[in-house]
């Protein structure tokens, strides 16, 4: 039998195995308190109300429990759990165009912190930063959450090949049209 410190020792992954290996829901709690917050602020930025938020991450740890199986360790757990919560975030702006805007909403201080390896494109790095989260929220949220996994996450290209289960040339290709369309947007709306 595991102590306790045993398992709050066990890496992602492992705990993980353990969970899905008896749906165990004493386990899945060690999981949703190392994460739950990691979360929570990953849909107040689409969110950007307390009480929605908070659904919402209840909502992705739910589905996640149903949905742990599906982990294939083909990346990080914590890689994973990230295109997890984008992409129900994203359903969720998605399916309430009504509100579409005022949701969608997403919290870019971290991207003034550009990396410098994207300097063939100096336009999309002087953006002002208030003037590109306007921009921000006229793109499609596929758009955008590319532009977050690798500007305000710093997910490598590797990473989010893995995270969307797609090639290295589409995730490049994906990541260049969202940028020229964020360039656009922004030089149309806020030059």
């Not at 102590?3 to 492992?14: A, M, P, R, W």
């Not at 994973?80 to 702006?93: D, G, K, R, S």
């Not at 596929?142 to 090949?161: R, W």
């Amino acid at each position: 039998m595991k102590t306790l410190e045993d398992i709050n020792n066990l890496s992602d992954e492992d705990l993980v195995k353990a969970i899905v290996k008896d749906n165990n829901t004493l386990l899945f709690e060690i999981l949703y308190d190392r994460y739950a917050r990691l979360v929570y602020n990953k849909c107040f930025g689409f969110a950007k109300d307390e009480d929605e938020a908070e659904d919402l991450t209840q909502d992705v740890f739910l589905k996640l429990f149903v949905k742990l199986g599906s982990f294939k360790e083909k990346s990080k757990f914590s890689t994973w759990l990230y295109a997890f919560t984008y992409n129900h975030c994203v359903n969720y702006v998605t399916r309430n165009t009504a509100k579409k805007l005022e949701k969608q909403s997403v919290d870019y201080k971290d991207i003034e912190n550009l990396s410098e390896d994207d300097d063939d494109d100096h336009s999309f790095l002087d953006m002002k930063v208030d003037k590109l989260k306007l921009a921000l929220e006229l793109i499609s949220p596929a758009e955008k959450m590319i532009l977050l996994l690798k500007y305000q996450d710093f997910l490598s290209i590797k990473e989010i090949e893995s995270v969307l289960g797609i090639g290295e040339s589409a995730v490049k290709m994906r990541i260049k049209r969202a940028k020229d369309k964020l360039i656009t947007v922004y030089n149309d709306n806020f030059k």
